[in-house]
């Protein structure tokens, strides 16, 4: 066999569906791209029109098959709608990669109930509903990947994590929790955790050089996360070459999680 078969056999996604939700901006972006760059028909799941028309054009320029659909997934019947008009661009997904979330983080003290609601709404409560919708449908067929993006917050609480720690920790519960009851059907769940990354998530932080070069020199590789650094690993466990690897947390993080 020869490398580029091999590789093929690893890790190509041709015939497969995925959704990504948050993926016309940051690291959403990025993952949407790699599958669909992979060979996977790529439905992009945002609430921006200009930003989801603008990243399946760039998709289709570069040959790839993409699409999207604009919702608003901070409400349950948001989520459950968007969900069906995913499925109908493809067909049901075989890969669900949960991107979209919101950073509000007002000191403890601050914390309300509103900001509590609307980030447990986004961050956790969709991915839970879309895995509910798509999971054993994916484990009626005999393959699925469910991708969570969660945070450093959700292991280590630093720079005010807030209800945004709390909803990244438990999203990776949630993973081990899917993986507990679909894995052996063939549909792996994990996580990516990145470090700091330069995103529109992050434009708090992004703005302010002293703490951006702090967290840079807190890394092992001396600098911080770029969206297409989260590329390679987001293929790999969409792909049959992460078919033993479920429940898990995967850093993707320049060392910064251990240093």
Not at 4 to 32: C, P, W
Not at 147 to 168: D, E
Not at 178 to 207: D, I, K
Not at 217 to 237: H, I, K, P, Q, S
Request: glycine fraction near 12%; proline fraction near 3%.
């Amino acid at each position: 066999m020869t490398s580029k078969a091999y590789l093929s056999d690893l890790f190509a996604l041709d015939g497969r569906v995925a959704v990504v939700t948050g993926g016309s901006s940051g690291i959403g972006r990025a993952v949407a791209g790699a599958l669909a760059r992979a060979g996977a028909s790529v439905v992009v799941v945002a609430r921006t029109e200009a930003q989801l028309k603008e990243t399946v054009a760039e998709l289709t320029a570069d040959g790839c098959r993409a699409g999207w659909v604009a919702a608003d997934l901070s409400g349950r019947a948001g989520v459950r709608a968007a969900a069906e008009e995913a499925a109908a661009v493809f067909g049901e997904p075989d890969i669900l990669v949960n991107c979209a979330g919101v950073n509000l983080r007002p000191p403890m003290g601050e914390l309300g109930e509103e900001v509590w609601d609307t980030t447990m709404a986004l961050n956790l409560d969709a991915p839970f509903l879309l895995g509910q919708r798509f999971g054993p449908g994916m484990a009626g067929r005999g393959f699925g990947r469910i991708i969570h993006i969660t945070s450093q917050q959700a292991h280590r609480a630093f720079v005010q994590s807030g209800a945004y720690g709390v909803s990244k920790g438990a999203l990776e519960s949630l993973a081990r929790s899917q993986a507990e009851a679909w894995s052996r059907y063939g549909v792996t769940c994990n996580t990516l955790v990145p470090g700091f990354v330069m995103t529109p998530l992050n434009a708090r932080l992004s703005s302010d050089p002293e703490r951006v070069a702090a967290l840079a020199a807190r890394t092992m590789v001396g600098r911080n996360g770029l969206a297409e650094d989260f590329a390679g690993a987001a293929v790999f466990l969409a792909s049959a070459a992460s078919a033993y690897v479920t429940g898990q947390s995967l850093f993707v993080d320049g060392g910064f999680s251990v240093h």
